[in-house]
C-alpha cells in the first residue's frame, strides 16, 4: 500500500480512489482506498468489531463472530439486487489480524468460487489511510466485466458508509 504524494492529497481531500484489475473469467478484483481523520487505534477498533459490518457495508444482513481468539471465524450473510433477480451469498470466513495494521479475510466455504479481501491501515497526516482489496469470483456465471464494474462502483460507496459510520461514531 504505498501512496503517491499526489494521491496522498487527494486522500486526504475525501476522495476514495479505486483500482481494478483482471481477476478471472467470471471474477473481479478491487482496491479503494479512503483516508479516515482518525487515529489508527481507534479505526482499528471499529474495523475488527465484525457484527458492525452490517453498519458500514448496506448489502450485508447479518455479520456474526462464530469462533474468536487468534484464528478468527466469521459469518457473513448479504443480499444484492441485480437486474431482474435478487442474489442472496453467505460465506464463512477465517479472519487473521495483524495488530493495528491488517486484517486478512479467507473464504471457508460459501456461495462463491473464491473469496478473499485484505483490510490495510497506516498512519497519514492527522489520521489513518485504510485500503480494501477485494477479490472474488461468484458462483454464477457473470462476464468478469460486469463483476468488475459492480465491484468498481459498489466498494467506494460502502466506504463512504463506512467512513459516515466510522466519523459520525454511530
Wanted: glycine share 4%; proline share 4%.
Amino acid at each position: 500500500m504505498v501512496w503517491s504524494q499526489d494521491k496522498q492529497r487527494l486522500l486526504v481531500k475525501g476522495e476514495i480512489l479505486v483500482e481494478t484489475r483482471s481477476y478471472t473469467t467470471w471474477g473481479g478484483a478491487v482496491t479503494a482506498s479512503m483516508y479516515l481523520p482518525l487515529v489508527r487505534s481507534h479505526v482499528w477498533q471499529q474495523i475488527t468489531d465484525y457484527p458492525r459490518w452490517v453498519q458500514y457495508f448496506p448489502d450485508i444482513t447479518k455479520s456474526e463472530v462464530l469462533h474468536k481468539g487468534e484464528a478468527k471465524r466469521l459469518y457473513q450473510a448479504a443480499q444484492k439486487a441485480f437486474f431482474f433477480f435478487t442474489a442472496q451469498v453467505e460465506i464463512y470466513l477465517n479472519v487473521v489480524e495483524v495488530l493495528g495494521q491488517q486484517v486478512q479475510f479467507r473464504m471457508e466455504k460459501g456461495t462463491f468460487e473464491d473469496f478473499s479481501a485484505n483490510l490495510e491501515l497506516r498512519d497519514c497526516a492527522n489520521g489513518t489511510l485504510l485500503a480494501y482489496t477485494v477479490q472474488a469470483t461468484p458462483n454464477i456465471p457473470i462476464p468478469s466485466v460486469f463483476i468488475q464494474q459492480a465491484m468498481n462502483l459498489e466498494l467506494p460507496a460502502n466506504l463512504r458508509k463506512m467512513r459516515q459510520v466510522l466519523c459520525n461514531g454511530q
